[in-house]
């Protein structure tokens, strides 16, 4: 501490701490946003594996060959897509380039796959028989067993572009992390942990508090309330809503009597005291 006063005493003194101080602030600024983010992660990585057209390709009349181009998880989801499109009075086209993202989970060097088929397939005649409203379809995360894929769990559509892969013990699942579409910093980090055989979402930093889900669904405000940007007294009010709103809750602050809500899907998230909400 002494040396910080005698520091930004001489600083005035001579006034010439001008490029000091500017250095000093962006390297604490540096600091802090790589603090809030956590440690560096793998990110996933765009690929061009999955080749949807050739799975509509008429000389593709051998299974095996069919097989080799369109993975287990592909084939089922193609059958059931193609029929709800058709009642629809659709066809089922594939989109002129795939869009998924490879990456390793579990450390085997051998690539998962994340992939939101909706993104992948139009419903031509139909378009929006696949809708998944505002927020998007989930992105479903495949590992190759043997001859065929399992499921590991399903990322939000706002996570799955900018997913990581935190660093994980030897043989182990990691942890993954994404949010805001990739784009860093970011406000709200959601993680996903491996449970009982699944990825769940586990817990978000927002804005560095941290919030553990708990869908609570529907809530009302029982009296005119903020939507807080920390969860305590004394935040920034993000917006300001009146009795009787309804708000989604995601899930509940993290050693503060706060939930973390959102109003509407156009509205910004943040926190409300857990008194002031009812079913």
Same mark, same amino acid.
């Given at each position: 501490?002494r040396?910080?006063i005698?520091? &930004? *005493?001489?600083?005035?003194? %001579?006034?010439?701490?001008?490029?000091g101080?500017?250095k000093?602030?962006?390297?604490? *600024?540096?600091k802090?946003k790589?603090a809030?983010?956590?440690p560096?992660? =793998?990110?996933?990585v765009?690929?061009?594996? #999955?080749?949807?057209?050739?799975c509509?390709? $008429?000389?593709?009349a051998d299974?095996?060959?069919?097989?080799?181009?369109?993975p287990?998880f592909? #084939?089922?989801? +193609? @059958?059931?897509m193609?029929s709800?499109?058709s &009642?629809?009075?659709g066809? &089922?086209?594939?989109?002129?380039?795939?869009?998924?993202?490879? +990456?390793?989970v579990?450390?085997?060097?051998?690539? $998962?796959?994340?992939v939101?088929?909706t993104?992948?397939l139009?419903?031509?005649?139909?378009?929006? %028989?696949?809708?998944c409203?505002?927020? /998007?379809?989930?992105?479903?995360?495949?590992?190759?067993?043997d @001859? *065929?894929?399992?499921?590991?769990?399903t990322?939000?559509?706002?996570?799955a572009p900018?997913?990581?892969v935190?660093?994980?013990a030897?043989g182990?699942y990691a942890?993954l992390r994404g949010?805001?579409?990739?784009?860093l910093p970011?406000?709200e #980090?959601t993680?996903?942990?491996?449970?009982g055989?699944e990825?769940?979402r586990?817990w978000i930093?927002?804005?560095?508090?941290?919030?553990? %889900?708990?869908p /609570?669904? &529907?809530?009302k405000?029982?009296q @005119?309330?903020p939507? #807080?940007d920390? !969860?305590k007294?004394?935040?920034?009010?993000l917006d $300001?809503?009146?009795v009787?709103?309804?708000?989604v809750?995601?899930? *509940?602050?993290?050693?503060? !009597?706060y939930?973390?809500?959102? !109003?509407?899907n156009?509205c910004?998230r943040?926190? =409300?005291?857990?008194?002031?909400?009812?079913?």
């Open positions: 501490m040396l910080l005698s520091f &930004l *005493t001489a600083c005035l003194l %001579v006034a010439a701490c001008g490029d101080e500017q000093v602030s962006t390297a604490t *600024t540096a802090a790589a809030a983010q956590g560096a992660g =793998v990110p996933a765009r690929t061009k594996r #999955l080749d949807f057209a050739s509509f390709a $008429e000389d593709l299974e095996a060959a069919k097989s080799s181009r369109c287990s592909a #084939l089922l989801s +193609l @059958d059931y193609s709800e499109c &009642l629809a009075g066809s &089922l086209q594939p989109r002129a380039e795939s869009i998924a993202w490879s +990456l390793d579990d450390g085997d060097a051998s690539a $998962e796959m994340l939101d088929l993104e992948n139009d419903c031509q005649g139909a378009p929006g %028989v696949f809708s409203g505002s927020l /998007g379809c989930p992105f479903m995360l495949y590992k190759k067993r @001859d *065929t894929w399992v499921e590991l769990g990322i939000n559509a706002d996570d900018g997913i990581e935190l660093p994980a030897d182990g942890t949010g805001c579409t990739g784009m970011c406000s #980090l993680h996903y942990e491996w449970k055989g990825y769940k586990t930093d927002f804005k560095g508090h941290a919030v553990d %889900v708990a /609570g669904g &529907l809530m405000l029982t @005119d309330a939507v #807080l920390a !969860p007294k004394n935040a920034v009010a $300001e809503y009146p009787g709103t309804a708000v809750v995601f899930g *509940t602050a993290r050693g503060a !009597p939930q973390f809500v959102s !109003p509407c156009a910004r943040g926190f =409300v005291e857990t008194a002031v909400l009812t079913k």
